[in-house]
């Protein structure tokens, strides 16, 4: 959906797309001051030298405005949190200097275009360029490749944005556009590769291991299924969490060359949070069962009920065991239709086939309805 020619008509394209009233009174302002088109919710215009896009964010959450720029690279600037100076401490990471203490101690900086960063931000008027898109409201600073984005939220601008607002933020940006230029265009510089091999190993790894840690933990509970298995899986899984520390030390160590990685490390440390103790605990349940050798164990214990329940679009039933390990404990088992049927609770018994275990936590073979 494309509106040309003239704010009336860019302003009626805001409006069919959902903005506001303030929202399209500002589109018709950027419209008439700088000429271009509204498509599909972007308005694109230029504003002297700057070829510009603003989006309208969506549920009034701001505007996203980018400058066209040099296909130099990548970089993500943004304020630090009061985490990120206390991970300072702790993550072995490559510290961008910028020869101003003011900016290094208030913002981070993450990329892989080292030599392109630093060559930007040892440079005064690009450092106050970049202060002053923080200082009007501008909540991140984002090269990728060919356009420089920053994102500006609703409160920053007020309540009546006006096309001055925004043409603001273009003009800051277009001073750091020209600085990338002529760097990129020095002879000197050469772009890193679009895909970092650490980082992409890295969230690689952490994929694989969770998926074969669910794999894992879903076939021991198939194969060698616990007597008792929350008395068996949370023991495993506090048992993997002192190995959370090394993983998340291995992979400070493999996004080290990147500047102020602790977004990017918060993730990955998150999602090993979650994998590392999934993992150890697959493993240990297939060890318990793949590695026993002991002799099975029958025990003839009554049913004590029986449940059916649907489960999505399919009915699953169950039968209550009474326990041989626990008085007055009752152990519930999946079975199938046929079964379910012939179960008269507190009447039928059942056979069940169980052994100790390698690691000590006994788990069933096999079981059977007796006749």
Known sequence: MTFPNGPAAAALGARKLGASKA?????????????????????HASHGEARFRVRIL????????????????????????????WMEGFVPALQLKTRDTRFDRDFNVRTRDLR??????????????????????????????????????????????????????????AVI????????TGGSYRPAPKHDPALV???????????????????????????????????????????????IFALALAVQHRTSPYALLRGLALL??????????????????????????EHVVPVLGKSARKNKNEMKYSAGLASWWTEGDTRWLQVSRQTY??????????????HAGRLGHEWIESYALEE
Not at 28 to 40: A, D
Not at 272 to 283: M, N, Q, R, T, Y
Request: with cysteine.
């Open 116 to 173: 392109l960063t630093s060559d930007l931000l040892t440079r005064p008027p690009n450092l106050a360029a970049l202060r002053a898109l923080f200082d009007r409201g501008v909540q991140v600073v984002h090269l990728d490749g060919n356009r420089i984005k920053t994102t500006i939220t609703r409160r920053a601008l007020g309540a009546q944005p006006a096309a001055e607002d925004i043409l603001a933020l273009v003009e800051q940006l």
């Open 272 to 297: 090993a949070c979650f994998v590392v103790p999934l993992f150890v605990s697959g493993s240990l349940l297939l060890t318990n069962g793949m590695l026993d050798d002991s002799p099975a164990e």
């Open 341 to 354: 049927d012939r179960i008269t609770p507190n009447e039928s018994h059942m056979r069940v086939q169980a």
């Open 58 to 85: 969506p549920k009034g959450q701001g505007f996203l405005v980018s400058v066209v720029c040099h296909p130099a690279g990548r970089f993500h600037v943004t304020r630090k949190s009061g985490l990120d100076r």
């Open 23 to 43: 929202d399209t009174a500002l589109v018709g302002q950027l419209q008439e001051r700088c000429g271009g088109e509204l498509k599909k919710g972007v308005l």
């Open 201 to 247: 190993i890295s969230w690689t790894s952490l994929g694989v291991l969770g998926l074969l840690g669910f794999v894992m933990v879903l076939a021991g509970a198939i194969e060698y299924t616990p007597v008792l298995p929350s008395r068996f899986l949370v023991p495993c899984a506090l048992f993997g969490l002192p190995t959370i520390a090394p993983v």
């Open 177 to 184: 556009t020209g600085a990338i230029a002529t760097i990129a």
